[in-house]
């Protein structure tokens, strides 16, 4: 499902969507564990690297949200479960405008928001500081990921763009080489394409996500729409490079009927998933956490 990939895409977006940010994840996130420690000291590195810079940064990780049974039931694969969110949430895209609070929308304000520090530091800055807090950060981050994890970054933004380069180019090598997988995606083709759904690539990854992706194309495609200081048509992507999404302003009542597709769209693949889902998805949460472990993500 590359939820955790999600996570990383979003960060970085205009809207910041995705799992992750408190929303209500179809595949729920692997279990913290070193990733925890590494995410600690890559934060206190950077705030040490910042007040040198003369600029201050609060050290601070956003406390995990606890799976519920639910959760660890979909993460599993399992038909019931995945189905029931379905059911309201389709592939859990256009539901970040229909269930804002629910689903974590970070346009919207939460009941009880967890608030980052550095949020209220920032907000305070002039546009000419908030640059130069910027390129500060970039540099902070890259010495902090090279000093804590080992890796060459060269910013925010490349940190989780090498993340996600490194997730993708493993769950390739392991998930569409394993002959099972094979057969169980080229049978969910099939049927899709019996439904009346044009498929490009049936490789196991690209049968996870070739619903969610559909959909936020989609989404992207709206937000650009509404916007003047970006392209109406998204570039063509490099292999492996980060997506950036821009997710539209709309109201509950106006994403609704997308929903509605969504959720069709996304019951079909499920019922044509059914027994490629609970192989799939508890590989490709294993691998994200090794992904994850690495760079100190959880």
């Not at 392991?174 to 009346?196: F, H, I, Y």
Request: hydrophobic share 35%; charged share 30%; proline share 7%.
């Amino acid at each position: 499902m590359l939820t955790r990939s999600h996570v990383a895409a979003a960060a970085l977006l205009a809207l910041a969507t995705l799992s992750g940010c408190g929303g209500v994840a179809e595949s729920a996130a692997p279990s913290p564990s070193a990733a925890k420690d590494k995410k600690h000291r890559l934060e206190a590195a950077k705030a040490d690297c910042m007040k040198q810079k003369g600029f201050k940064y609060v050290a601070y990780v956003m406390p995990q949200k606890q799976e519920s049974e639910e959760e660890r039931r979909r993460a599993s694969g399992d038909y019931q479960a995945m189905r029931k969110y379905r059911e309201k949430y389709g592939f859990g895209v256009f539901a970040m405008h229909v269930y804002p609070k629910e689903m974590g929308n970070p346009a919207v304000k939460p009941d009880n928001p967890e608030i980052n520090p550095n949020w209220k530091i920032q907000s305070e800055f002039s546009k000419t500081q908030m640059e130069a807090y910027r390129k500060a950060s970039d540099a902070c981050m890259a010495a902090g990921v090279k000093q804590v994890l080992g890796l060459e970054v060269k910013s925010d933004m490349d940190y989780y763009a090498e993340r996600n380069k490194i997730s993708n180019r493993m769950l390739r090598a392991s998930l569409n080489s394993d002959p099972k997988l094979v057969e169980l995606a080229t049978a969910m083709a099939t049927c899709l394409k019996g439904k009346g759904y044009a498929i490009g690539q049936t490789t196991p990854t690209a049968m996870s996500e070739r619903g969610p992706e559909a959909f936020r194309t989609e989404e992207d495609k709206l937000g650009r729409e509404q916007r003047d200081d970006v392209p109406d048509v998204a570039p063509p992507l490099k292999e492996d490079e980060l997506p950036m999404y821009y997710a539209p302003t709309l109201t509950p009542e106006q994403a609704r009927p997308y929903l509605t597709k969504e959720i069709k769209a996304a019951l079909d693949d499920l019922e044509c998933g059914k027994d490629f889902y609970p192989v799939y998805i508890p590989r490709d949460s294993a691998i994200q956490k090794q992904v994850d472990d690495q760079f100190g993500m959880w």
